[in-house]
């Protein structure tokens, strides 16, 4: 387990806008081996596309229809020449078996269990998440 990071206000966390968001295609990245690239139902007419570092650990088709988090109000961002409006949620951890690291290195997929958060029951995209 990482270590906790310092407390915060509680209207520093409340400027965060979790929405709940609907997987309506997913691709890989054209540019990045790490990315996928995915088109979401926000509830918004527009939808939004978001761009995730989850291509290790799940096949574009298994995630289409999934109900996931995100950060809905995070700046947008470019990422290898796609724009990225938000960011899904995921929890990781290091796998039982994981080698340990070495000089500060980073565990690859191998040594990692990446896990996107999911609604349990369907809701309406765009659910605000509290």
């Not at 409340?14 to 929405?19: E, H, I, P, S, T």
């Not at 949620?89 to 796998?95: N, T």
Request: neutral net charge.
């Amino acid at each position: 387990m990482s270590e906790p990071l310092p407390q915060i206000p509680f209207d520093h966390f409340a400027k965060v806008d979790l929405r709940v968001a609907t997987v309506l295609s997913a691709e890989p990245h054209p540019n990045a081996d790490k990315l996928l690239k995915l088109r979401l139902d926000d509830g918004t007419p527009e939808g939004r596309q978001v761009c995730a570092g989850i291509k290790a650990w799940y096949e574009p088709a298994s995630l289409v229809g999934k109900q996931v988090v995100i950060v809905a109000n995070l700046e947008p961002r470019t990422l290898r020449g796609e724009i990225s409006h938000g960011m899904i949620l995921a929890a990781s951890d290091l796998k039982a078996d994981a080698a340990p690291a070495v000089d500060g290195a980073k565990p690859g997929p191998d040594e990692r269990n990446v896990v996107v958060l999911a609604v349990e029951k369907p809701v309406k995209a765009g659910s605000r998440v509290s």
